[in-house]
């Protein structure tokens, strides 16, 4: 099944464990807290499951510039 996945999304690597790493990030890109992605993912350590998280620089970027408090401050 992961092989005709693989070949349908023309993606070079995916396995069981990518899997987990997309879930948790996209749970997070969709709006979870981290505390729910760490529950759901059944790690003990909020630093295991920030390993799993796969944000770009840009989504990084851009979630600043929206949360950003301080950007109001002149």
């Given amino acids: 099944m992961l092989n005709k996945l693989k ?11 990518r899997f987990r790493h ?6 997070l890109r969709n709006g979870a807290d981290i505390y729910s992605v760490k529950e ?3 790690h003990q350590r909020l630093e ?3 390993r799993y998280i796969d944000f770009t620089n840009e ?3 851009q979630n600043n510039f929206k949360y950003n408090s301080l950007k109001n401050f002149e």
Wanted: hydrophobic share 40%; net charge negative; proline share 4%.
């Fill in 40 to 42: 759901l993912m059944g």
């Fill in 7 to 17: 070949k349908d999304l023309n993606i070079d690597i995916l396995s069981p464990h």
């Fill in 48 to 50: 295991i499951t920030q």
């Fill in 22 to 27: 997309l879930y948790a990030t996209q749970l």
């Fill in 59 to 61: 989504e990084i970027k």
